[in-house]
């Protein structure tokens, strides 16, 4: 009996302390789940991309947080109010952009314009209907934490103060990349990849009228009165000749054709262009709205005087923040290059596309900007996410692994909601292994995984074959060698016009640009004969381009001793053996000489 007694209270002891050790374990894992302070995924900007990124990893199960500096969501499209929608449409004439993008899109109507404070609602309520996702807004990034060359933390600053948040993995959705630069991530300003270090696309204030006639409008579109127009229900867009017939008072400002939204008695319009704005200085982003504020109240005057049914327009606000175009591009682990946009290149570890036409607005009030193509759609490649030399993160939006040609169309928000979506997804398969984005870029089951998850979501990701213009020809790789660069332009309808002849001025300008751009090193070193035969050359009579003057014009640039010279070039032989001499070069032709030279040295 004292034996079983004996058993019985060992038996007690054995449970008590079971239980006992089952309380503190699982307190301090409750302990561990509840610590505001630890998340597997925190997300850096507000932007519509961050947004789509912290919701993407939330319903992957991931414990997320949602960092942004403003009081709400939305960034440029509430902030800069740029509430015209630039969807890409793919081959089918369907948006590539789906998934999450196209879910925010059907709760503001479907529209390509949208109300502002509802696009700004509807992100908050998309937000946080995700029980795994935390949103912390008036909240300032103050520092990034790393261990070795991995980011393992953000210390950050609100009104509850200063803390440091650690998580497996970062996404940074800021328009500029400026978590990824904090953090070490290698980059490029504006056209700096293709020679051109000073270039900045033009700045836009975004117009914000009340009281436009949209009768009014209709008789502007249909009569003409600033060049062809069109117009729905909800937009108008065109007028490209009050480019030429407004004068504008600001130094450094330009009026564009018109793109005009219609919500209600709100009317938006993105047509003002601001010229010699540095996105990344917060002085000169101050200068530039003060610059434009004061012009639209001339463009205001000018329209209620000269444009139908804008007579009783008034200005009704004015955004907070500029819409800047480039800035900072990530140097990626592939950076996408100009070719494959061209190409409609798919890409094995796609998660997503892109399909806007290549806009290059205007650098200056003296130029139109280009749209170098349009697409039928491109693959968005998850190793254009994965910055060089920093672990634990991946950059989405405009700021992301392109080039800055590229950039061009993979900018366009609707695009980068689809890339934040895939990185949302991405960190979510990384929890609890101890795998690197940079591991996950180059592990093609990995990725194959994450375009599951994607399709799953409802994400555009399915692989496609088409073809492009040219494709198969000799001149196909000389196309895509000079359009890297920005140095042709297929515009709207890609079309090279390889047949057309040229002239002398135009050849020597494209070689000028094309050893600048691409073979600086010659450049540099050659900078003086450069210079001058382009200066005597275009102070000249224009000619027709023929063989004869084109290699002896060549010759001089290159500073060679001789046409023969020019010839010991294999590439130079061959790109000019094709042409009969005497004849007349046609753009192929140039085409190929101008990749030729990109790799030229002297013997």
């Given at each position: 009996?004292m034996?079983?007694?004996?058993?019985?209270?060992?038996?007690?002891?054995v449970?008590i302390?079971?239980?006992?050790?089952?309380?503190?374990v699982g307190?301090e894992e409750?302990?561990i789940?509840?610590?505001?302070?630890t998340?597997?995924?925190?997300?850096v900007?507000?932007?519509?991309e961050?947004?789509?990124a912290?919701?993407s990893?939330?319903?992957n199960g991931?414990k997320t947080?949602?960092?942004?500096?403003?009081?709400?969501?939305?960034?440029?499209?509430?902030?800069?109010m740029?509430n015209?929608l630039?969807?890409p449409?793919?081959e089918s004439?369907?948006?590539?952009?789906?998934?999450?993008?196209?879910?925010?899109?059907a709760?503001?109507?479907?529209?390509?314009?949208?109300?502002?404070?509802?696009?700004k609602?509807?992100f908050r309520q998309?937000?946080?209907a995700?029980?795994?996702?935390?949103?912390?807004?008036?909240?300032?990034?103050q520092?990034?934490?790393?261990d070795?060359?991995?980011?393992?933390?953000?210390?950050?600053k609100?009104a509850?103060?200063?803390?440091?948040l650690?998580a497996q993995?970062?996404?940074?959705?800021t328009?500029?990349?400026?978590?990824?630069?904090?953090?070490?991530?290698?980059?490029f300003?504006?056209?700096?990849?293709i020679g051109?270090?000073?270039?900045?696309?033009?700045?836009t204030l975004?117009?914000h009228?009340?009281?436009?006639?949209?009768?009014?409008v209709?008789v502007?579109v249909?009569?003409?009165?600033?060049?062809?127009a069109?117009m729905?229900?909800?937009a108008a867009?065109?007028?490209?000749e009050?480019?030429?017939?407004?004068?504008?008072?600001?130094e450094?400002?330009?009026l564009r054709?018109?793109n005009?939204?219609?919500i209600?008695?709100?009317?938006y319009?993105?047509?003002?262009q601001?010229f010699?704005?540095?996105?990344?200085?917060e002085?000169?982003?101050?200068?530039?709205?003060a610059?434009g504020k004061?012009e639209?109240e001339?463009?205001?005057?000018?329209?209620?005087?000269?444009?139908?049914?804008?007579?009783?327009?008034?200005?009704a606000?004015?955004?907070?923040e500029l819409?800047?175009?480039?800035?900072?591009?990530?140097?990626?682990e592939?950076q996408?290059?100009?070719?494959?946009?061209?190409?409609?290149?798919?890409h094995w570890d796609?998660?997503g596309?892109?399909?806007y036409?290549v806009?290059?607005?205007?650098?200056?009030p003296?130029?139109?900007g280009?749209v170098?193509?349009?697409?039928?759609q491109?693959a968005?490649?998850?190793?254009?996410?994965?910055?060089r030399e920093?672990?634990?993160?991946l950059?989405v939006?405009?700021a992301?692994?392109?080039?800055?040609?590229?950039?061009?169309?993979a900018r366009?928000?609707?695009?980068?909601?689809v890339?934040?979506?895939?990185?949302?997804?991405?960190?979510?398969?990384?929890?609890?292994?101890?795998?690197?984005?940079?591991?996950?870029?180059g592990?093609?089951?990995?990725?194959?995984?994450?375009?599951q998850t994607l399709a799953?979501?409802?994400?555009?990701?399915e692989?496609i074959?088409?073809?492009?213009?040219y494709?198969g020809?000799?001149y196909?790789e000389?196309?895509?060698?000079?359009?890297n660069?920005?140095?042709?332009?297929?515009?709207y309808?890609n079309?090279?016009?390889?047949?057309?002849?040229?002239?002398?001025?135009?050849?020597?300008k494209?070689?000028?640009?094309t050893?600048y751009?691409a073979n600086?090193?010659?450049f540099?070193?050659?900078?003086?004969?450069?210079?001058?035969?382009?200066?005597?050359?275009?102070?000249?009579d224009?000619?027709?381009?023929t063989?004869?003057?084109?290699?002896s014009?060549?010759?001089?640039?290159?500073?060679l001793?001789?046409e023969?010279?020019?010839?010991?070039?294999?590439?130079?032989?061959?790109a000019?053996?094709?042409?009969?001499?005497?004849?007349?070069l046609?753009?192929?032709?140039?085409?190929a000489?101008g990749?030729?030279?990109?790799?030229?040295?002297?013997?």
């Amino acid at each position: 009996m004292m034996k079983k007694g004996l058993l019985v209270g060992l038996l007690v002891l054995v449970l008590i302390l079971a239980a006992v050790a089952y309380l503190f374990v699982g307190s301090e894992e409750a302990e561990i789940k509840a610590d505001p302070t630890t998340f597997d995924v925190i997300v850096v900007g507000g932007e519509p991309e961050g947004v789509a990124a912290a919701i993407s990893a939330a319903r992957n199960g991931a414990k997320t947080v949602l960092i942004e500096s403003r009081d709400e969501l939305g960034g440029l499209f509430t902030y800069g109010m740029l509430n015209f929608l630039d969807i890409p449409q793919g081959e089918s004439g369907e948006s590539v952009s789906q998934g999450i993008f196209k879910e925010w899109h059907a709760l503001i109507g479907n529209s390509s314009v949208f109300d502002v404070e509802q696009a700004k609602a509807m992100f908050r309520q998309m937000v946080e209907a995700e029980e795994n996702l935390t949103l912390l807004t008036e909240t300032d990034v103050q520092a990034v934490v790393k261990d070795g060359n991995k980011v393992t933390g953000v210390t950050i600053k609100n009104a509850d103060g200063e803390k440091t948040l650690t998580a497996q993995s970062f996404i940074d959705a800021t328009q500029d990349a400026d978590f990824a630069v904090m953090a070490g991530a290698p980059y490029f300003i504006g056209g700096e990849d293709i020679g051109i270090a000073d270039k900045k696309m033009a700045v836009t204030l975004m117009i914000h009228l009340n009281d436009v006639d949209w009768d009014g409008v209709r008789v502007a579109v249909e009569t003409e009165k600033f060049g062809p127009a069109a117009m729905s229900d909800s937009a108008a867009w065109g007028f490209v000749e009050l480019t030429h017939v407004y004068k504008a008072q600001e130094e450094n400002t330009r009026l564009r054709g018109l793109n005009l939204a219609k919500i209600g008695n709100d009317y938006y319009i993105n047509a003002l262009q601001v010229f010699g704005v540095d996105g990344l200085d917060e002085a000169s982003k101050q200068e530039g709205i003060a610059r434009g504020k004061r012009e639209i109240e001339n463009i205001v005057k000018y329209l209620n005087a000269e444009f139908p049914g804008f007579e009783n327009a008034k200005i009704a606000s004015y955004p907070s923040e500029l819409y800047v175009r480039e800035t900072r591009h990530i140097n990626a682990e592939y950076q996408l290059p100009m070719a494959d946009v061209w190409a409609n290149r798919d890409h094995w570890d796609s998660i997503g596309y892109g399909a806007y036409p290549v806009d290059i607005q205007a650098q200056t009030p003296q130029d139109y900007g280009n749209v170098v193509s349009a697409p039928k759609q491109y693959a968005i490649p998850f190793r254009s996410l994965v910055p060089r030399e920093v672990d634990g993160l991946l950059v989405v939006g405009r700021a992301a692994g392109f080039s800055s040609i590229a950039a061009g169309s993979a900018r366009v928000v609707p695009t980068g909601m689809v890339s934040g979506e895939a990185a949302g997804a991405a960190a979510a398969q990384l929890i609890g292994t101890d795998r690197s984005f940079r591991e996950l870029s180059g592990d093609a089951s990995a990725i194959e995984t994450l375009r599951q998850t994607l399709a799953k979501q409802g994400a555009f990701v399915e692989h496609i074959e088409t073809t492009y213009p040219y494709m198969g020809e000799w001149y196909d790789e000389p196309i895509q060698a000079l359009i890297n660069y920005g140095l042709i332009f297929g515009r709207y309808d890609n079309d090279m016009l390889v047949d057309n002849e040229t002239t002398l001025h135009a050849f020597t300008k494209l070689m000028y640009d094309t050893i600048y751009r691409a073979n600086r090193t010659y450049f540099d070193a050659n900078e003086a004969a450069m210079n001058e035969v382009r200066e005597v050359v275009l102070a000249a009579d224009d000619i027709a381009l023929t063989k004869d003057n084109a290699m002896s014009t060549l010759t001089a640039m290159l500073a060679l001793s001789s046409e023969e010279a020019l010839l010991q070039d294999a590439r130079l032989n061959l790109a000019l053996g094709r042409v009969a001499d005497g004849a007349l070069l046609q753009l192929k032709d140039v085409f190929a000489i101008g990749e030729a030279v990109m790799y030229f040295e002297r013997k």
